[in-house]
């Protein structure tokens, strides 16, 4: 079980023992001397705008798109991968509704869902015009425009994703943060999100994230002016 998990349970755990302790079915606080886990997740590393440019044409047709994919609708790179112009629900949503699995290699269901289940995000026209395009201009099977190079029968597997973002890193061409991962990507969706005032509860919905714990805890500092916003709206209310 991931540290990001513990945490989540310790930290339910924990309010409902400390309010049985408050209602005096503890006599004594159940927490005393309790380490809890020590989750804290890697600062994301995120690319500017500019550095997101030169990513995004770096590679292939195919690594572009992902690329497109993952900076303006936050997939992960396998729901990237598994993406469907069928999920075009309306012009701006694009509906998630599966993965393609790294250890399997073929489709499953997302990542903390059940098989069916899905989630609808945001596409931008930039993005929506470029999965568009590459499905016109390479065809779809099923509706799916990303393909295995050697077997159009099966799904585009990750670790040629993975390798050509290796070369892209190694070749020095294109302008990439210190310590980046092609996950920076994802990040990059969140930080434009919130760097526009979309409430952090909406971001972590279309991240998919299973707890909002988890995104607060990854994105936090990417809001550094929110306390200071809030006590100026505040402050307005209180003079009126």
């Not at 886990?37 to 195919?62: H, N």
């Not at 309306?90 to 997302?110: C, G, H, I, M, W």
């Not at 029968?153 to 061409?173: C, F, H, M, V």
Request: charged letters at 20%; a negative charge.
């Amino acid at each position: 079980m991931g540290l990001a998990t513990q945490a989540n349970a310790f930290d339910k755990l924990k309010a409902i023992l400390l309010d049985a302790h408050r209602l005096g079915l503890y006599p004594e606080n159940p927490f005393d001397g309790v380490t809890p886990p020590q989750y804290d997740p890697k600062r994301a590393v995120i690319p500017s705008l500019v550095q997101l440019g030169g990513i995004r044409e770096a590679g292939d047709d195919t690594f572009n798109l992902v690329a497109e994919l993952m900076s303006g609708c936050g997939l992960r790179n396998g729901e990237a991968l598994a993406v469907n112009i069928n999920n075009i629900v309306v012009d701006d949503v694009y509906r998630v509704s599966e993965q393609v699995n790294q250890t399997t290699k073929d489709y499953a269901p997302l990542k903390h869902r059940k098989e069916g289940d899905y989630r609808d995000v945001p596409l931008p026209a930039r993005t929506r015009i470029r999965l568009l395009t590459y499905a016109d201009t390479h065809g779809t099977i099923d509706g799916y425009p990303l393909r295995h190079p050697l077997d159009i029968s099966k799904p585009y597997p990750s670790y040629y994703l993975q390798n050509q973002w290796d070369r892209i890193k190694r070749a020095g061409d294109v302008d990439i943060p210190e310590g980046m991962t092609i996950y920076g990507l994802r990040h990059f969706f969140a930080s434009n999100c919130l760097s526009h005032n979309i409430p952090i509860t909406d971001v972590a919905e279309w991240m998919g994230h299973k707890s909002i714990d988890v995104t607060f805890k990854i994105y936090r500092h990417l809001m550094p002016g929110s306390i200071g916003h809030a006590a100026q709206v505040l402050d307005l209310g209180l003079a009126a």
